[in-house]
């Protein structure tokens, strides 16, 4: 199945600027920029996990980390970072799923714990929020359902003693889908990851983004992926 989310150049700008904070956090320096923020105390060596759905699986920004860790000056070496990548399409934090979705869409909680427990990783990044709008309006109930999932996924890596990273779900740019007819005014009769609400960017993921952002007192990390 093809990728939900279609990188463009402004998601590539946002999400590159993972590397420059992965560059000051690997410098020992406080990572601040815009909304972004990670604790001094956050330390990029031994097992690096990367949580997330089809925007994690695809490695891009995964890759600009890896290539942050060799450039940038470090008290370790190379050998001592482990970057494990896994990254899930079509997954979200949430269990929901669109009507005509071809299959229900998988929840990080049905493998979190049993990932934690595999890989043993010493520090954890987790981007959701893509799929978890279900490509549909706005709605208060989605939105909570959200927020259930992230703190539940929050609990669980904090209980298992490891800080987190979260990074908010990056922007979707609609305008290569509205050429195609891909879009879907507000009360249509359907929405899908092929059928999508025309300001999905604008009214669910900037939200959910935001909300994301306000976490950073109860996790060691939060990026906005959004923001050049």
């Known amino acids: 199945m093809k990728s939900e989310f279609i990188f463009v150049s ?21 990572a601040r920029a815009e909304g972004s923020w990670v ?20 490695g891009h920004y995964v890759s600009l980390i890896e290539a942050s860790l060799r450039d940038a000056p470090s008290e370790t070496g190379d050998d001592e970072v482990e970057l494990i990548n896994l990254g899930l399409s079509s997954e979200g ?11 229900p869409r998988p929840n990080v909680h049905e493998r979190l714990d049993r990932a934690l427990s595999m890989v043993k990783p010493d520090l954890v990044f987790a981007c959701y929020g893509m799929n978890d709008g279900i490509y549909h309006p706005f709605s208060e109930e989605r939105f909570k359902a959200y927020q259930d999932g992230m703190n539940r996924l929050i609990e669980k890596v904090h209980a298992a003693g490891l800080p987190l990273v979260l990074i908010t779900p990056p922007p979707f740019d609609p305008e290569p889908l509205r050429a195609k007819g891909n879009l879907r005014p507000k009360g ?29 007192d109860r996790v060691e990390g939060v990026i906005d992926s959004r923001t050049p």
């Open 188 to 216: 249509a009769a359907k929405y899908s990851w092929t059928e999508i609400y025309e300001n999905y960017d604008t009214e669910v993921l900037a939200r959910y983004a935001e909300w994301v952002l306000a976490q950073r």
């Open 39 to 58: 604790s001094p105390e956050v330390k990029l060596k031994g097992r690096i996990l990367f949580l997330g759905d089809s925007i994690t699986h695809a």
């Open 93 to 103: 934090c949430t269990g929901l799923s669109e009507p005509t979705h071809p299959f």
């Open 10 to 30: 402004r998601s590539h700008r946002a999400i590159a600027f993972l590397a420059v904070l992965t560059a000051l956090i690997s410098q020992g320096q406080v």
